[in-house]
C-alpha cells in the first residue's frame, strides 16, 4: 500500500489527477505547436494518458471499479476519494 496516499493533499493532487480532462481534439489545430499553450495541452493530454492506463490496470485488478472506463464514473470516484479522505482526516483529529 502507498502510505504517501494516506495523507490528505497527497490525496487531493491524487483525486485532482484521477479527474483530469483530455484535451478536445478540436484544440489541437487552434494553437501553434511552438507556443506554451500548446504544450500546456500536451502535458493535460499526457496525465489524461497516463491516468487511463491506470484506470484500465486498477479495473483488471479490482472489482468495484469495473464500470470505471466512463469519464464521468471516474469523476465521481475522485469525489468519492476526496470524501474518504477529509472524513479520516476529521476522524484523525478528534
Given at each position: 500500500m502507498k502510505?504517501?496516499?494516506l495523507y490528505?493533499?497527497?490525496m487531493k493532487r491524487f483525486s485532482r489527477w484521477l479527474d483530469i480532462n483530455s484535451v478536445a481534439t478540436?484544440?489541437?489545430g487552434e494553437?501553434?505547436?511552438i507556443g506554451k499553450i500548446?504544450?500546456?495541452l500536451e502535458r493535460r493530454q499526457q496525465a489524461a494518458d497516463e491516468r487511463d492506463k491506470f484506470v484500465e490496470d486498477r479495473r483488471r485488478k479490482?472489482?468495484?471499479w469495473k464500470s470505471m472506463y466512463l469519464r464521468y464514473e471516474q469523476s465521481s470516484k475522485a469525489l468519492d476519494l476526496i470524501?474518504?479522505?477529509l472524513k479520516r482526516y476529521l476522524r484523525r483529529k478528534k
Open positions: 502510505t504517501k496516499l490528505k493533499n497527497a478540436h484544440l489541437w494553437y501553434n505547436p500548446y504544450l500546456g479490482r472489482p468495484k470524501n474518504y479522505i
